[in-house]
């Protein structure tokens, strides 16, 4: 591997854009594919498919051949609010690989007793939110059920293009949030992106239950792109 | 906050580069291909210097020694191989992947 390619492959890493190197086994020839030239690359869907399975493998002859080593970013997980969903929430989440942070400026919610082994951040998100990292390899939930609380923190989602967002509350709390969002700018494509009612459809009743439902949510937007509703 | 960066203490791409960048020789192994219950998956990374030191992991231990020999041997000639390791291999019995499985390393010099 040449020195150079090495090292745009880190500062890649380092910037959380996935990579796939692509290795021609028998000569080692190896070409760079970088998250940001994928649209426009001549095998656009498979690397897309790659980086969605986030796994490496060999090409077969057809795809091009070689050995793809896909570089992807550890996800976040961000949730605005803890609250009883997050309790159950966070460590699911924790045991299927997300790095998860909690926002909530009600310091009676965010506490370490409730939130162990969690990054919590007792600040408003607008405060908060700069600081975490939000990226396209970030999955968001709004679960506050408070407008003062979810809305800033899903603007902020929005505008970082996170690959994930859901926002808890029922179809007639979700009608007045999109008025909200349109209000403040927000074009209905964008809106659109917010999962609400949050969860995959299994008739959650518990929040245990409503986390699974956000966890396969979730995990489909992650490994199928943006077609789980 | 936990943070979900690149650790460059155990991260071997990271390493790779910081050796090479010491002006130290690199190889670098990884798992291409794997059958049966191989103990590391496809795309783990081993990193080794022309002095034999070496991070990360390719097998979980059963035939690093044998992988980092012979990337003494790619550092010298500076030429990739590709290495096969499994029960169906006399020589590879012998380092021992007794899971059962079956793996393939491609390792190249950083150079």
Not at chain 1, 143 to 153: A, E, Q, R, S, W
Not at chain 1, 200 to 213: F, K, N, R, T
Not at chain 2, 17 to 26: I, Y
Request: hydrophobic share 45%.
């Amino acid at each position: 591997m040449k020195l150079d390619v090495l090292t745009q492959l880190n500062a890649d890493r380092a910037a959380r854009k996935a990579v796939i190197l692509i290795t021609d086994t028998e000569t080692g020839d190896q070409r760079l594919i970088r998250e940001d030239d994928i649209a426009g690359s001549d095998r656009a869907e498979l690397y897309g498919a790659l980086i969605r399975a986030g796994r490496s493998r060999p090409l077969k002859d057809e795809e091009g051949g070689g050995f793809a080593n896909v570089l992807v970013p550890p996800a976040k997980l961000v949730l605005i609010g803890a609250v009883h969903i997050s309790q159950a929430l966070a460590p699911m989440a924790g045991m299927l690989g997300y790095d998860v942070t909690i926002v909530d400026p009600r310091t009676a919610f965010a506490t370490e007793d409730r939130f162990p082994n969690v990054s919590l951040i007792a600040e408003w998100p607008d405060v908060a939110l700069p600081e975490v990292g939000v990226d396209r390899w970030t999955a968001f939930c709004a679960l506050t059920h408070d407008p003062k609380i979810d809305d800033p923190g899903l603007l902020h989602a929005l505008e970082k293009q996170c690959f994930y967002i859901g926002a808890l509350g029922s179809r007639k709390t979700h009608a007045r949030r999109v008025e909200r969002l349109t209000e403040a700018g927000r074009s209905e494509t964008e809106i659109s992106r917010i999962h609400a009612p949050i969860g995959l459809a299994i008739g959650a009743q518990s929040p245990a239950e409503i986390a699974v439902s956000i966890m396969a949510q979730i995990t489909a937007a992650l490994r199928l792109g943006q077609v789980a509703t | 906050m936990k943070e979900a960066s690149i650790n460059p203490l155990d991260d071997p791409l990271a390493i790779a580069q910081a050796w090479r960048g010491e002006g130290r020789d690199v190889a670098l192994a990884t798992v291409v291909e794997t059958w049966g219950s191989a103990p590391r998956p496809v795309g783990s990374h081993l990193v080794i210097d022309g002095e034999g030191n070496f991070e990360g992991s390719v097998s979980g231990g059963c035939v690093e020694g044998a992988v980092i020999a012979e990337a003494v041997d790619v550092i010298d000639s500076g030429s990739p191989r590709t290495l096969e390791f499994g029960v169906a291999d006399e020589t590879a019995w012998q380092v021992g992947l007794s899971c059962g499985g079956r793996i393939r390393v491609f390792v190249e010099k950083v150079d």
